[in-house]
């Protein structure tokens, strides 16, 4: 079996006043090098990284498809120009100084999916949508949602890419080469610890011995520590960054988050709004027409309670603690809607506390309607039947 170690490899500090880095990690802690130095000599050692003259392809790669662009043309960063990379050399040299066999866990391929991917959204967010004079309002929003909902997508394809496909093949490395001890991102390792059936079953592979190496924050000060342990408890957030994507996954190929049939169907983003879109599904039903349940997106899953009334639907919807990202807006959320019961929609807004202006309010508009109705493009048609709504119009279904 394969001790598998998660790690958070590389971070910043900033400071809040000026912007300025202040603070950046770069090499593995105390802790994760003496773990490493205490390993016996001849430790085949796998790591979330690759030969240089790999990197080198993926680099030359990134610049090639940039050379054509317009000077004004914001340009992508090559990945390893962070600490990342400082702190995977870091550690892959201790780990050789002491008699360790390195298996590198990645392959190119992958990183140039995702340098196509990534470059396909910048051009994308590059995109400027004229609105001319004495336009169609509407023919001029609908080609904004439309390009938002594109550049929504490539992203959402390339996070697939860098997080999901790549994850696969790394598993895939270790199940053929079969290290004593793999290191890769805590993002990844969180997930892999907390799903020993789907590494079984998948891959052939058991984890043993869980450990981490991760930054926490000094709350006074610009400065970040690392603490290692050695029995290990997956974060239930990171878990679900990783489920997330899945669900994000199964959005774009299918138009659903889960595989059972919703009550109601929505968005609380009228700007991207597959980013937004949920599923509202009614598990208890009491007296006065109240309801209780549950929503399910792509940020988590989420408690919700609700007491119609005569053309209005409001609701509370709270995020469960674990089953979340970790961003998530805490606390309940109020949203206040009105629409027609009969048709079964309806519009409205919702209060979004964002956890940087903690202590501010922003109201931010939303759309529900009844399920089933045609699934494949529902979050842009709920967004402009939104704005239509505004305008005092029927929504165009």
Known sequence: MTKLIGVQHGDYSYDPFTGETVHEIKRPGGGLIQKIVNFPEGTRIGVEYMDEKDWETVRHHLEHLQKDLPPDHEKLSYHQDNPARSYWEYLIGVSRAFGHEIVFLEKPGVWLEYNDASMKTSK?????????????YFDHLLKLLKLNEDIHR???????IVIIKREE????????????VAIAGIGHTDYW???????MKKYGITF????????????YIPRKDQVFTEKAVSDPH????????????????????????????GTWDIEYPSRGFFEMFIEEKGKDGFLRGRI?????SADFECTPSPGRFDFSKRYRENECARNTQKGWIEYESEGDEKKGYFHGYYESTPSIFEGCHFKIG???????????KTPLNMALAWYELKEGQLPLF
Do not use: W
């Open 124 to 136: 994308l967010k590059e995109e400027v949508i004229e609105d001319t004079e004495n336009g169609d």
């Open 154 to 160: 490539a992203k959402t394809e390339g996070d697939l």
């Open 169 to 180: 093949g790394m598993l895939e490395a270790i199940r053929s080469y079969n290290p004593d």
């Open 193 to 199: 610890a907390a799903n020993p059936d789907e590494m």
């Open 208 to 219: 043993e011995d869980y450990m981490t190496e991760i930054i926490k924050d000094d709350k």
């Open 238 to 265: 990171n878990v679900f960054l990783r489920k997330g994507l899945g669900r994000a996954k199964n959005f774009l190929e299918k138009g659903r988050i889960t595989s059972v049939k919703p009550d109601y169907v």
């Open 296 to 300: 399910e997106d792509c940020l988590g």
């Open 366 to 376: 939303f759309f529900i309607r009844k399920y089933p109705r045609e699934i494949e």
